[in-house]
């Protein structure tokens, strides 16, 4: 069985603990185990705080704390009412979840799209711990319309899962 899910949220920090309640949802009425449901909705968090903090247009801070300006200048794609947005989808197809989180931002430096940062950089270490709860993480620029992180995991079942892959 499959189910994915959507969502088009506002850049703002309330959107985050809603994403993250509605995967941990998602995957307790599909019976997967909740030490899997765990580490990816801590995945999710931090995917989605940084799409918050840097996932829109107009200034925004470096790695190095340096102010940029992003093309398209001060509002980015949004919603009906102009806010800037985010996007989530998750998808859990067999025996694997898949999560995106797709901004509208200014796209990863290139440093952080080729290699891990140190583990005690002062930024960065969101994308470090993604890591570390998924199986295989992918982050990739769009240039001119923003950046996408996309994480898997294998999942677990809890026994007498509703929804178990057979």
Same mark, same amino acid.
């Given at each position: 069985?499959?189910?994915?899910?959507?969502?088009? /949220?506002?850049? *703002? !920090?309330?959107?985050?603990?809603?994403?993250?309640?509605?995967? /941990?949802?998602?995957?307790?009425?599909?019976?997967?185990?909740?030490?899997?449901?765990?580490?990816?909705?801590?995945?999710?968090? *931090?995917?989605?705080?940084?799409?918050?903090?840097?996932?829109?247009?107009?200034?925004?801070?470096?790695?190095?704390?340096?102010?940029?300006?992003?093309?398209?200048?001060?509002?980015?794609?949004?919603?009906?009412?102009?806010?800037?947005?985010?996007?989530?989808?998750?998808?859990?197809? &067999?025996?694997?979840?898949?999560?995106?989180?797709?901004?509208?931002?200014?796209?990863?430096?290139?440093?952080?799209?080729?290699?891990?940062?140190? !583990?005690?950089?002062e930024h960065?270490?969101?994308?470090?711990?993604? !890591?570390?709860?998924?199986?295989?993480?992918?982050?990739?620029?769009?240039?001119g319309r &923003?950046?996408?992180?996309?994480?898997?995991?294998?999942?677990?079942?809890?026994?007498?899962?509703? /929804?178990?892959?057979?």
């Amino acid at each position: 069985m499959s189910i994915w899910w959507s969502l088009h /949220l506002r850049r *703002e !920090a309330a959107s985050v603990p809603l994403a993250r309640r509605l995967l /941990l949802g998602t995957m307790e009425t599909a019976g997967v185990d909740p030490d899997i449901s765990f580490d990816l909705s801590v995945a999710l968090t *931090e995917a989605c705080a940084n799409a918050v903090e840097h996932g829109g247009r107009g200034v925004h801070r470096d790695h190095g704390g340096h102010g940029r300006t992003s093309a398209g200048g001060g509002r980015g794609v949004g919603g009906p009412d102009g806010t800037e947005a985010y996007h989530v989808t998750a998808y859990l197809d &067999g025996d694997r979840c898949r999560i995106e989180v797709t901004d509208s931002g200014p796209g990863f430096p290139p440093a952080t799209v080729s290699r891990r940062r140190p !583990a005690l950089a002062e930024h960065g270490r969101g994308l470090g711990l993604i !890591a570390e709860l998924s199986d295989h993480v992918r982050l990739r620029n769009r240039p001119g319309r &923003g950046a996408v992180v996309s994480f898997d995991k294998m999942l677990k079942w809890r026994d007498g899962a509703l /929804l178990k892959v057979s």
